[in-house]
């Protein structure tokens, strides 16, 4: 602190010799003049000393037999002198200081975190259909309101913070990690509806446990996709074993099905391989905005190749992010080659898929009971055909019309 306060009322670094030096800075201690940085080089000393108390030297000067001389200049007072001199310069200086209080009143930068189910892309294109933007004001961003499109928009985000750090948008979200489907996927069921539980797929009933509902199959029936397994719909006798009038509930279900998956999938015995000659170019660019500014590259172009963009935006004090970029493209040359996939390569390929197969049963619950793998090669193509035997949960609900009583039918 004190060196600031220095440096803005302006100090200078002295050189003194003459008859009686130390006097002199004695002297100077009497009559409360700050001296600092005080070195001895024998026949002179060198020092620092305010600007205000330089002035005050000269009856010291006499009385020692001393001589002082000034070695530098340092501190504002000296800065504003300098700067009278050079009047477009101090114009260029503020007018770049207005210009990036102007910028920093605009959003250059959004950033999402925590989203996975919703994809950045995806959350890009609802903020831009939401006029939500690189490019925008700052005073015409709705915190609220923008946290509140997120909530209605996604019903899987529970949670949303947004907020402005510096020119970039930062919205925070937190999404349900136990996805609903029923809520997703089905209505409201009302007590006084009925709704019968029906076959998802073909299959063999292995088990059935039942909640509420009448059972229609039972272990070891086979059933077709659309059967009803459980009706909602239960029918009220009177003692003549007349119906007096039907009861109407969702059926509900354990039921656990054996059936089939099929899995088919075909890859060329040929195919062209990228084989890179080593040969590299990089291009460098600046991106303003949605505008590139590319340094031609020297040299023919490459017929073929890969380019690898990399690009970083400029940002200033660590939070003011600004609509420019610097980045470079690299360029790898390569020549495709025809290349026979062996037979290994098929069997690790198809296996790879396989796998990606089953991960996918795996995630909706299907038990894998058995595989039945054939890999056949025909005119240089080859085939894969998979069968799984499963053990799966099956029942959806479907609503039951009423059904009318004989008596209010012949009414």
């Not at 609220?144 to 020119?167: C, F, H, M, P, Q």
């Not at 009177?238 to 354990?254: F, G, L, M, P």
Request: aromatic share 12%; with cysteine.
């Amino acid at each position: 602190m004190l060196q600031v306060i220095r440096y803005l009322k302006g100090y200078l670094s002295i050189k003194v010799w003459g008859f009686s030096t130390e006097r002199f800075i004695n002297l100077c201690g009497n009559r409360n003049i700050i001296l600092w940085n005080i070195e001895n080089h024998g026949t002179y000393y060198t020092m620092c000393i305010s600007l205000k108390s330089f002035y005050q030297l000269k009856s010291i000067t006499r009385k020692t037999g001393t001589r002082v001389v000034i070695t530098g200049r340092y501190g504002l007072p000296f800065l504003s002198l300098r700067m009278k001199k050079r009047k477009i310069f101090i114009a260029g200086l503020f007018g770049s200081i207005l210009f990036w209080i102007w910028m920093a009143g605009f959003i250059w930068d959004i950033e999402i975190q925590g989203n996975y189910y919703v994809t950045g892309d995806v959350f890009q294109d609802f903020l831009a259909e939401s006029g939500i933007e690189a490019g925008m004001k700052k005073k015409n961003v709705d915190i609220e309101e923008l946290e509140k499109a997120i909530r209605n928009e996604y019903n899987i985000v529970t949670w949303t913070s947004a907020r402005i750090d510096g020119t970039k948008l930062i919205i925070q979200i937190k999404e349900n990690d136990l996805v609903q489907s029923e809520e997703e996927n089905e209505k409201e069921i009302k007590e006084e509806e009925g709704y019968d539980l029906i076959a998802d797929k073909d299959g063999v009933v292995v088990s059935i446990i039942t909640r509420s509902g009448i059972p229609k199959v039972s272990e070891g029936a086979e059933v077709k996709k659309g059967d009803v397994l459980v009706e909602g719909c239960i029918p009220i006798y009177n003692e003549d074993t007349t119906i007096k009038r039907y009861e109407y509930c969702a059926a509900d279900a354990d039921i656990l099905l054996a059936c089939q998956y099929e899995m088919t999938d075909t890859l060329a015995e040929s195919y062209e391989k990228k084989v890179y000659t080593g040969s590299e170019k990089n291009r460098r660019y600046v991106m303003i905005c949605n505008r590139k500014l590319q340094i031609p590259v020297i040299g023919k172009e490459f017929e073929e190749f890969d380019v690898i963009d990399e690009k970083k935006q400029v940002s200033l004090f660590g939070g003011y992010e600004l609509p420019v970029y610097l980045g470079y493209n690299s360029m790898r040359e390569y020549v495709k080659e025809e290349q026979i996939y062996t037979k290994e390569e098929i069997k690790s390929k198809f296996e790879a898929k396989i796998q990606k197969f089953i991960q996918t049963l795996e995630e909706k619950g299907v038990q894998i009971i058995e595989k039945n793998v054939t890999i056949k090669k025909y005119k240089g193509i080859w085939n894969l055909k998979v069968d799984f035997d499963v053990r799966e949960n099956t029942g959806t609900l479907q609503k039951i019309k009423p059904i009318p009583l004989e008596d209010e039918q012949g009414a």
